[in-house]
Nanobody, 112 residues
Framework: VQLQASGGGLVQPGGSLRLSCAAS??????MGWYRQAPGKQRELVAAIASDHTTNYADSVKGRFIASRDNAKTTVTLQMNKLKPEDTAVYYC?????????WGQGTLVTVSS
């Protein structure tokens, strides 16, 4: 499975960004997003199952919203009330038939 992520960029604190990730085929497993900040380990940000149930990191609950389309090819991450500590490279992932595929990463920078 190939994943193409888009939507990163520079935003001021308190602003919003929307990330999208398109898969090359239908994904019936979990899709979502990890992030990795400089000098830190990669961490799960949000995951969404095919039935649209979601799981979020405590640090983004109430601010980020993950969604996916019914065709099961695209996952998005709406990021609101962004903080400087949200600055990281964001990677989308998709689980299919026991394998996890990764997108190329998109940089999100939250700074004034």
């Amino acid at each position: 499975v190939q994943l193409q992520a888009s939507g990163g960029g520079l935003v001021q604190p308190g602003g919003s960004l929307r990330l999208s990730c398109a898969a090359s085929r239908n994904i019936f497993g979990v899709m979502g997003w990890y992030r990795q900040a400089p000098g830190k380990q990669r961490e799960l940000v949000a995951a969404i199952a095919s039935d649209h149930t979601t799981n979020y990191a405590d640090s983004v609950k109430g601010r980020f919203i993950a969604s996916r389309d019914n065709a099961k090819t695209t996952v998005t991450l709406q990021m609101n009330k962004l903080k400087p500590e949200d600055t990281a490279v964001y990677y989308c992932f998709a689980d299919l038939e026991g394998f996890r595929s990764w997108g190329q990463g998109t940089l999100v920078t939250v700074s004034s």
